[in-house]
T-cell receptor, first 114, second 113 residues
Framework: KNQVEQSPQSLIILEGKNCTLQ??????????LRWYKQDTGRGPVSLTI?????NTKSNGRYTATLDADTKQSSLHITASQLSDSASYIC?????????????FGRGTQLTVWP | EADIYQTPRYLVIGTGKKITLECSQT?????MYWYQQDPGMELHLIHY???????EKGDLSSESTVSRIRTEHFPLTLESARPSHTSQYLC????????????FGQGTRLTVV
């Protein structure tokens, strides 16, 4: 069964600190992995997208890693800001269908305190 | 900011009413999707479309229906709303290739009383 598991479920950190969010998946055949940021009551916004051959990608203070062998990904946030408070969702796409089906994790709820 | 729009953002409606949630994108994307998301839970695909006159049901059974008469427009309709339909509905679109990014609308928060 294709699944995406994220940890931790929730996380609280102080402003300026770093943190790392984890994503494990069983989706096969793998096409790509995406990290989205979702503010409360809003739609998800893409942070990074990585294909099989990419093992790291950065977008400002966000750095995503991918280990396709162990089917694990991480999202590292550097020097956190209050505006980073949101749900971070790991999404994996398969290439077993023309749809490129997206499988969503439940997200990690990050809260940044001043 | 993605060019995909959903209206209304919030809707409170009585049981038995017919409602239509609007979704429009100006990016010329072939693929469009409707997801349902309860608080703290993952997104579940309820409908998708490859292009005009193409609609398919997703993984999560839903009593809603969709239509795709124009590329840019993918409305979702509930003929008779019930409290169990209370949820957030998210519309998304992407290009034909499976490696491209999916852009999401802001969502419609539906409450059926």
């Amino acid at each position: 069964k294709n699944q995406v598991e994220q940890s931790p479920q929730s996380l609280i950190i102080l402003e300026g600190k770093n943190c790392t969010l984890q994503c494990n998946y069983t989706v096969s055949p793998f096409s790509n992995l995406r990290w989205y940021k979702q503010d409360t009551g809003r739609g998800p916004v893409s942070l990074t997208i990585m294909t099989f051959s990419e093992n790291t990608k950065s977008n400002g203070r966000y750095t995503a890693t991918l280990d396709a062998d162990t089917k694990q990904s991480s999202l590292h946030i550097t020097a956190s800001q209050l505006s980073d408070s949101a749900s971070y969702i790991c999404v994996v796409s398969d290439r077993g269908s023309t749809l490129g089906r997206l499988y969503f994790g439940r997200g990690t709820q990050l809260t940044v305190w001043p | 900011e993605a060019d995909i729009y959903q209206t209304p953002r919030y809707l409170v409606i009585g049981t038995g009413k017919k409602i239509t949630l609007e979704c429009s994108q100006t990016m010329g994307h072939d693929k469009m999707y409707w997801y349902q998301q309860d608080p703290g839970m993952e997104l579940h695909l309820i409908h998708y479309s490859y292009g005009v006159n193409s609609t398919e049901k997703g993984d999560l059974s839903s009593e809603s229906t969709v239509s795709r008469i124009r590329t840019e427009h993918f409305p979702l309709t509930l003929e008779s709303a019930r409290p169990s339909h209370t949820s957030q509905y998210l519309c998304a679109s992407s290009e034909r290739s499976s490696d491209t990014e999916a852009f999401f609308g802001q969502g419609t928060r539906l409450t059926v009383v």
